[in-house]
C-alpha cells in the first residue's frame, strides 16, 4: 500500500514536472516572440582617436617642408570637431545576438587668422565619414533593462583642408546599457577608431 503511494507520488511529480517545464519553455519563447526585432538609434561619441589623428596630427608630419611664403601668410586657428554622430538599425536576430549596422558623421572645422593683425579671415569645413557593421552580444536582456557588448568593423572616409583620407574603422564596446521599452536611452562605453571613452543617445524599438 505504501509503495503503491510512492508510485502514484513519483508519478504526480513527473507529471507536475513536465507541465511546468512546458509552461516555462512556452512563455520563454512567447517572450522571445514579443520582444522588438528592430530598433532604430541616435547616438553622438567622445573623442574621435583616427580622425584626429589622421586629418590634424599626420598632415603636419607629411608637409613639413613649408615654402617661405607660407610664413608670411594667413595662419590658422585650433581644429574642432563635433565628434561622431550616429544613426544605425538593429536587427535582433537572437535573444542574445543582434546585427547592427550604422552610418556616422564627424563635422571638422578650423578659424584662419590674418597674419599682421590676427582677425580672422575665414574658417575651412570638413566631414568624416564612417559606416559600421557590428556585432552586438547582449548578455542580461530583461524587459527594462539590457546589458551588451559588440565588436564592429567598417570604413571611415572624409576631406578637410585638402586632406582627403579613406581607412578601415574599428570599434568594440566592452559594456553597453540600454535602458526602456519601446522609446529607450542607452550609454555605451569602449574604445576604437571611431572614439576613445562613450556613446550615448536614444533608441525606437518596433
Excluded at 512567447?30 to 522588438?36: L, Y
Excluded at 551588451?148 to 583642408?161: I, K, P, R, W
Amino acid at each position: 500500500m505504501i509503495s503503491d503511494r510512492r508510485m502514484d507520488m513519483k508519478r504526480y511529480m513527473i507529471i507536475i514536472a513536465a507541465v511546468m517545464t512546458f509552461l516555462l519553455s512556452g512563455t520563454a519563447r512567447a517572450q522571445e516572440t514579443d520582444m522588438p526585432k528592430y530598433e532604430f538609434r541616435l547616438g553622438w561619441s567622445g573623442y574621435p582617436t583616427m580622425d584626429y589623428e589622421n586629418f590634424t596630427v599626420w598632415p603636419r608630419y607629411v608637409y613639413v617642408n613649408t615654402p617661405i611664403k607660407d610664413m608670411f601668410s594667413d595662419y590658422d586657428g585650433d581644429t574642432y570637431m563635433t565628434g561622431n554622430i550616429m544613426a544605425a538599425m538593429d536587427i535582433r536576430l537572437k535573444r542574445w545576438f543582434t546585427f547592427s549596422i550604422g552610418v556616422a558623421a564627424n563635422g571638422v572645422w578650423k578659424d584662419v587668422h590674418d597674419v599682421v593683425s590676427g582677425n580672422k579671415s575665414g574658417r575651412v569645413n570638413g566631414c568624416i565619414f564612417t559606416v559600421l557593421p557590428q556585432a552586438k552580444f547582449t548578455w542580461v536582456n530583461r524587459e527594462m533593462v539590457r546589458l551588451y557588448s559588440s565588436l564592429g568593423l567598417g570604413v571611415t572616409a572624409g576631406e578637410f583642408d585638402g586632406v582627403s583620407d579613406c581607412y578601415l574603422a574599428g570599434q568594440a564596446v566592452l559594456l553597453g546599457i540600454s535602458v526602456g521599452r519601446r522609446l529607450v536611452g542607452f550609454a555605451e562605453f569602449g574604445s576604437g577608431s571611431m572614439y576613445m571613452g562613450g556613446m550615448i543617445g536614444v533608441g525606437y524599438r518596433f
